[in-house]
């Protein structure tokens, strides 16, 4: 069988310029990304919450409540005692001070470990601790896009905020540490000399 089959198609179309939709997107929200801040030990492992001593060291963790959110950095970590202006900053601006370290930033949960300074245990009134991190992604895709970009560029950050009980220092407990602190420099002073 043999076909033969001619057509002639005309087409016309008008072209009118794209001027964009006339309506508004719909207003997707915000996203708040939390943390958690709890007392731990040196594993980041929670521990009871028992009065501080002045001899103990206190690590405080703080950690993502959201997967596959990270603690990418402890931009500031201050002490200070309720109802006073007796306070210091452990970590200000991403920077910890001598008394201080910091450890596990870039995971779910940092500890800062830190020795608090002997002024916050004059009486029993509690320490706070306050602060704030910065948060960011793991190192994978399964974020969306738009909230991966958003956090990688502009950091999100969350404050946080504990109080802790403290054993008040007896002030016969600070007379023999005066006691023994002169009885160290004469030592120290003898031996120097000999």
């Known amino acids: 069988a043999k076909y033969n089959y001619t057509a002639d198609f005309n087409l016309t179309l008008a072209a009118k310029e794209f001027e964009g939709l006339n309506t508004t997107a719909a207003d997707l929200g915000g996203v708040e990304f939390e943390v958690e801040v709890f007392r731990c030990d040196s594993s980041k492992v929670t521990v009871q919450a028992s009065p501080l001593t002045i001899n103990e060291d206190l690590y405080v963790c703080i950690r ?13 970590f201050t002490i200070k005692k309720e109802n006073t202006d007796t306070s210091y900053n452990a970590v200000e601006d991403g920077k910890s001070d001598f008394n201080t370290y910091v450890d596990g930033e870039g995971f779910d ?79 120290g002073r003898v031996f120097i000399f000999f």
């Open 64 to 76: 993502s409540k959201t997967d596959e959110i990270v603690v990418s950095s402890i931009d500031e």
């Open 109 to 187: 949960t940092v500890v800062v470990a830190t020795r608090p300074q002997a002024s916050l245990f004059v009486d029993a009134a509690k320490i706070i601790v306050q602060g704030k991190a910065t948060l960011g992604t793991e190192d994978n895709d399964r974020y969306l896009a738009r909230f991966t970009q958003a956090i990688n560029n502009e950091g999100a950050s969350s404050n946080f905020k504990m109080e802790l009980e403290v054993v008040k220092v007896s002030s016969d407990g600070n007379l023999a540490r005066i006691v023994g602190a002169i009885i160290g420099i004469f030592v």
